[in-house]
Each structure stands twice: as structure tokens, then as C-alpha cells.
Nanobody, 123 residues
Framework: QVQLVESGGGSVQAGGSLRLACAASGYKYSDYCLAWFRQVPGKEREGVAAVDTNGSASYADSVKGRFTISRDKSENTLYLQMNSLIPEDTGMYTC??????????????????WGKGTQVTVS
């Protein structure tokens, strides 16, 4: 059974940094694309970043240059380093996993496995 558990969210002032983590278990690590999504009430879920099975990263335009996604195979953990945070980055951040093609990374409906999320608030 695939399980994804996020941590690292919190409240931070604009310009600050946070590092999110997603501990994954229950599947063969190298088989799945791993991604971060975020959602604000009343808005559509947005793909933030993803790393594919080859280790290549993709980012939403809104976070390029500020966020870095990485995966630690030994720990089976996905990370999202978020720097230069702005209020528009506020949202519930959730990690997702699945056999997703790289060009589909931002399409949430392609991911069968989701964590419960961690809240990020930037003021």
C-alpha cells in the first residue's frame, strides 16, 4: 500500500524559506514520478514541481528560480526547498506519486497516490 506523508509546512514571512518533505513507502521508488501540488480554497489545484524517474525536474513558471525539488532515494523521501516565498505561495501543499509521463507532470488526475498535505502560509 502506497503511503505519502508530508511535513515541514508552517507560517513564514515573505522572503523567507521553508523545506517540505514527503516520506514515501509501499512502492518501488524508481517506478514513479513524484510531484508537489498546492491548492488554495476556491482555486484549482496547481502543479508546483515534479521529478521524474530519471531524476529530471519540472517546475511551474511561478516558482522557477525559487523552488527546488529533489528526491533522496536512500531515504525514500521527496523534498521541496522553497526560497524567496511570497504571499501567493500560500496554500495546502500535497505530494503525489504515480506512473506519470514527464509531459503530464502537472496533471493531477494522472496521479493515483496522494498524501494528506501540509499547510504553508506566507504573510
Amino acid at each position: 500500500q502506497v503511503q505519502l506523508v508530508e511535513s515541514g509546512g508552517g507560517s513564514v514571512q515573505a522572503g523567507g524559506s521553508l523545506r517540505l518533505a514527503c516520506a514515501a513507502s509501499g512502492y518501488k521508488y524508481s517506478d514513479y514520478c513524484l510531484a508537489w501540488f498546492r491548492q488554495v480554497p476556491g482555486k484549482e489545484r496547481e502543479g508546483v514541481a515534479a521529478v521524474d524517474t530519471n531524476g529530471s525536474a519540472s517546475y511551474a513558471d511561478s516558482v522557477k528560480g525559487r523552488f527546488t525539488i529533489s528526491r533522496d532515494k536512500s531515504e525514500n523521501t521527496l523534498y521541496l526547498q522553497m526560497n524567496s516565498l511570497i504571499p501567493e505561495d500560500t496554500g495546502m501543499y500535497t505530494c503525489a506519486a504515480g506512473p506519470v509521463m514527464p509531459y503530464q507532470w502537472s496533471q493531477g488526475d494522472k496521479y493515483p497516490y496522494w498524501g494528506k498535505g501540509t499547510q504553508v502560509t506566507v504573510s
